[in-house]
């Protein structure tokens, strides 16, 4: 034993020691909360206090969310683009390369260089329960399970999924769809029209079908920040450091590297979809990974789609605030706090869709009136038409201006598509729309 392990044994016996002389209560560890590593990013940065966020619960409060469009009022938005160059084929990529670094800064948050060294150990499983018998007459069912290593061989959270594929001849599509895991397993009753068998209906469609789990990767909390993929990185994060929406991203790209692999899978077609936080966390991740085939973003609202200078439903300083604040970059906050606000944003949501031109994008939204008013349809429409020059750059023609009523299908011959469902805050309305818009643009 060297001297300088002696002496470290020396310190961890005594601190041992004078850990169990304490009484009981003095050892027990307290339970850190959101609320604990928001103060303290704040503090870190110099953010101090935060306006409070629209409350979307309580119509008489005094920062009650708004839901009368005649109370919007006027914004100015940042222009996608700031000159001619910018908005030719050969000007485009340096233009979404100076909006992508911008969305980061202000929005999503960069990834830290160190993750480029980090590896992967795939585990594939086949999965036979009661549950499954239905399926598996006909079907494959697998657990994979990529457990992420670093460089001096530490390991942290894992990417985990089930693939449900049928036995057949040829590659087939695939669709990962973001997979909420609920407290015990048990997903609640939502009530309404009951929802479909999105297992069945994308076997049905000729799909490979693969429930992503992204809170194993990164918990959707902020108490659990460093347990996750960003705390392996590198914790305290820094100021433009990547948040939850863009670690879940980060692997979905490598589950779609993964997949791509499996000769049963179209490595083309691997397409992702996801709902409300999802529907958010889905659209980041097309953004910066151009080689999924497209993406439904559902009902994704602040902090998605939604123009974030539109005051409708949701606003910036519900993302800023401790309950939300993980899904982005620690910048966020500084635009929730005097003197600044979402005004002085150099960005908003239309640039971030139009990251993913000239490639397919579906977004949709249910009805305000039946419980989709928080996400704000209305900005939805109106960042998605404002991106729409970025798809024109390379020949895509103009939708028609102007809302379509709701299950109206003539933004489907678009590469950036268009469709309000008949029903609420539900993806599955969608579904069959999404399936034929993506096999609309399959490239091969």
Known sequence: MDRKTATGLKFALAMLAALTALPVLAQVTPQVTAEDVHRAERAQFGFGDLRAGADGNNPDAANAANSNEMLVGNYVLPPLFENARQQTPAGWPAR????????????????????????????????????????????????????????DGRSGPVISARI??????????????????????????????????????????????VEYRPQMLQADNGAQMEQGIIGLARWPRQQYDWGALRAWGWGASQLREELSRDPRISPSRISLTGHSRFGKGVLVA?????????????????????LMRRDFGERWENLAASGEFHWFTPNI?????????????????????????????????GLAEKGDSWVDPAGMWTAFMLAQPAWEVFGASLPP????????????????????????????????????????????
Do not use: C
């Open 96 to 151: 979404r390369a100076e909006l992508a670094r911008m969305v980061e800064d202000n929005w999503v948050g960069r990834i830290p260089a160190v993750v480029d060294d980090f590896r992967i150990e795939w585990d594939k499983v086949p999965v036979v329960t009661a549950s499954l018998v239905h399926l598996l007459n006909d079907n494959f069912v697998e657990d994979w399970t990529g457990r992420i290593v670093t460089s």
């Open 401 to 444: 201006f102007g809302m379509p009523v709701p299950e109206s299908r003539e933004q489907m011959p678009y590469p950036l598509g268009w469709y309000q469902h008949g029903e609420g805050h539900v993806p599955w309305p969608a579904y069959d729309e999404f399936y034929e818009h993506a096999e609309r643009f399959f490239e091969d």
């Open 333 to 365: 906050m500084n635009f929730a706090r005097d003197p600044l606000s979402v005004d002085d944003l150099p960005v908003d949501a239309h640039m971030l869709i139009a990251l993913r031109a000239p490639r397919p994008l579906f977004i949709t939204s």
């Open 286 to 306: 097309a953004a910066y990974d151009l080689e999924f085939a497209d993406a439904h973003v559902s009902s994704s609202g602040a902090g998605g789609a939604k």
């Open 164 to 209: 449900y594929l049928a036995k057949h001849n040829r590659p087939r599509p695939a669709i990962i769809n973001y997979t909420y895991v609920w407290p015990g397993g048990v997903t609640p009753n939502f009530g309404g029209t009951p929802a479909p068998d999105a297992i069945r209906q994308a076997l049905d469609n000729g799909w490979v079908y």
